[in-house]
Every structure is written in structure tokens, then in C-alpha cells.
């Protein structure tokens, strides 16, 4: 039934795969009519919101652009210093169509999305196999914590992926292998909230367990205080000091809870939080409102999107 199914899929979509991640306008993005026809206005798959709803899963901020795209399948890439992710309509509606799902093309759109949050338009490489794991991983959580089944989160890749491993993809077993892995771990994360207690976090080389922070959370949202020591983050919930370049005179600071924590003359603000990522290179991402989202490396450098160094993570 399968390689049926394949059969008919391949002669729908003229043979087509998802495509992986680029830092530049790949080949398969030119536009047939020039650059004003690259992409079209942003667009909703059906009469779901489905980028938003990918976000809110992850509670992350879109910091990209979707648009309907002359692409062959779907793409995340980099142009002009702006994040895209690129999709071809036709491409999508005909999966969804044959595969009878809508989950099958949320899927796509969510492993796109993945190489953009896990870091991986940021190396000028191409498409790889480690990446295109970690974006199907990426894939699978999400999709599970937006209610899809297994299967359903497996859909496409089941009958799109060629069976044995390319130079840029993985074969069809470790596709669905990382799928499956990420499904899982956001089933067992939905399982343990019902649950009580924290589980430990990791954070940079740190195993330690977290403990609440009481401190920081009544500072932060008590009323301007003229006591010092209450306008100071407590040592003991410190992890790592944020020094960004272009705020050399800011004290930032990651919390043992993970919250990205601004010391100012009234006292603690939370301004963001700290971000796990399944890239092996930037496997933490800082997200804040005061500044756009900045990747960690596994030597604590902080990155922009585009790549250049802005800062680094210290001790205190």
C-alpha cells in the first residue's frame, strides 16, 4: 500500500522532496518572472493559522517571513538579511490532498521552521544530514504538542523520503527515526506537567537543579524599591552573565530557571529566557523583547541571525 501510495504521490508531485536550509537564494527559489515574483503575500495554509500555531507550541516569536513561494516543494533561507520560509501551494495542497491530512503539510512547514530555530541558515553549507535529522526531530515535537498522532506526524516523510541516505538528506529510516524521537519527547513532556515537580535542566556543561526563584520573582514585580541590595540579582540564582557589545553597561543575567533577567534602578525586569535548540553547534538561543534572537554557541559566543558575533555568555 505504501509504495503504492509513493507511486502515486512521486506522479503527482513530479518526483519532488523537501528541500533543506540556505543562508542565500538557493536555486530552486528564482522566480520564472523576475525578483518581484520571488514570493507572493504571506499566506495561511487553509483556514488554519499554522505558522502561529507552531509558534505558540514552542513559545517562540516568528521571527521570519512566510511566503507562497515559485519553489519546487519548501524552503527556509536567508535573503537580503530577512529569515523566509518559502512553500509552493500546489506542492502542499496536492500532499495534503493524497494523503488525506492536513498534518502531512504542517509537517513540512514545521521542519522549515526548524532549520530557522535551530540555527542551521546560518551556516552557508547547504542542506546536510545532521541538520535535516534535527529539523525532523524539531518536526515530530511539534506536531505532538499541536495533537497529531504519530502516524499523522509521519505522513509525509513516509512517502516522500527516498528509502537509502543522499550526500544533503538522510534515508527514510532516520527520518522517521528523529520524527518519532521528537514526537515522543513532547509526549512524555505533556505527560510530566500533569505531574508534580520540576525535572532538572542542563544548560552550557551546568547540571544542576533548578529551584524556584523567589527572590527574583517578588523583586520583579514589587514597586520601585530604593533599597540597593533588592535592585541587585541574587548570586544565587545567576548562571551565566549575558555581555552584549552593544550594551556594554547593561547587567543581563540567565537565571538558574532559565529567564533572561535585567537588573535596573527599580529593581529585577524579566526580559526574555533562554531557549533550548537541537542544533549541536548553537544548542541555546536567547530570545528577548529588547533585541532579536541571538544563538549560543557551545563556547557560550552569542551570535545574531545573520551569523556575526554580538556577545558572549560569562560567569559572574
Known amino acids: 500500500m505504501e509504495k503504492h501510495m509513493r507511486r502515486v504521490l512521486l506522479s503527482v508531485l513530479t518526483g519532488l522532496f523537501i528541500t533543506g536550509a540556505s543562508a542565500v537564494t538557493p536555486a530552486v527559489a528564482e522566480p520564472k518572472g523576475g525578483a518581484a515574483t520571488a514570493y507572493g503575500a504571506p499566506s495561511k495554509l487553509g483556514a488554519r493559522d499554522v505558522i502561529n500555531e507552531i509558534i505558540d ?18 524552503a527556509a533561507v536567508i535573503m537580503n ?3 523566509y520560509i518559502l512553500y509552493n501551494e500546489n506542492f502542499v495542497n496536492s500532499l495534503n490532498t493524497a494523503l488525506r491530512t492536513d498534518w502531512a503539510g504542517i509537517s513540512i512547514l514545521a521542519h522549515e521552521i526548524g532549520h530557522h530555530l535551530n540555527g542551521h541558515t546560518l551556516s552557508k ?4 544530514q545532521q541538520d535535516e535529522l534535527e529539523a525532523d526531530e524539531f518536526s515530530g515535537f511539534v506536531l505532538r504538542k499541536m495533537g497529531a498522532s504519530l502516524s499523522e506526524a509521519q505522513a509525509a516523510i513516509k512517502v516522500l523520503a527516498d ?3 543522499s550526500y544533503t538528506h538522510p534515508g527514510k529510516s ?29 544548560v552550557a556543561g551546568i547540571n544542576r537543579p533548578v529551584a524556584s526563584e523567589p527572590a527574583v520573582a517578588t523583586v520583579a514585580n514589587t514597586k520601585r524599591s530604593t533599597s540597593t541590595s533588592s535592585r541587585k540579582m541574587p548570586a ?9 557589545q552593544s550594551l556594554p553597561n547593561e547587567r543581563i543575567f540567565v537565571t538558574t530557571s532559565f529567564s533572561l533577567v535585567r537588573e535596573t534602578d527599580q529593581g529585577m525586569e524579566v526580559i526574555g529566557k533562554l531557549q533550548k535548540t537541537n542544533n549541536r553547534n548553537f544548542p541555546y538561543m536567547l530570545e528577548s523583547r529588547y533585541f532579536n534572537a541571538l544563538f549560543v554557541s557551545t563556547e557560550g559566543i552569542l551570535l ?6 554580538v556577545g558572549v555568555l560569562t560567569t559572574t
Open 57 to 74: 507550541v514552542v513559545g517562540l516569536k516568528p521571527r521570519f517571513e512566510v511566503r507562497a513561494a515559485n519553489v519546487p516543494n519548501a
Open 81 to 83: 538579511g530577512q529569515r
Open 125 to 128: 553549507g547547504g542542506s546536510n
Open 163 to 165: 528509502d537509502e541516505d
Open 174 to 202: 532516520s527520518r522517521l527515526t528523529a520524527i518519532s524521537k521528537g514526537w515522543r519527547n513532547a509526549h512524555d513532556q505533556i505527560l510530566a506537567s500533569a505531574k508534580a515537580g520540576t525535572p532538572n535542566r542542563t
Open 236 to 244: 544565587q540564582y545567576i548562571m551565566r552573565q549575558v555581555k552584549l
Open 304 to 309: 545574531n541571525e545573520e551569523g556575526r558575533k
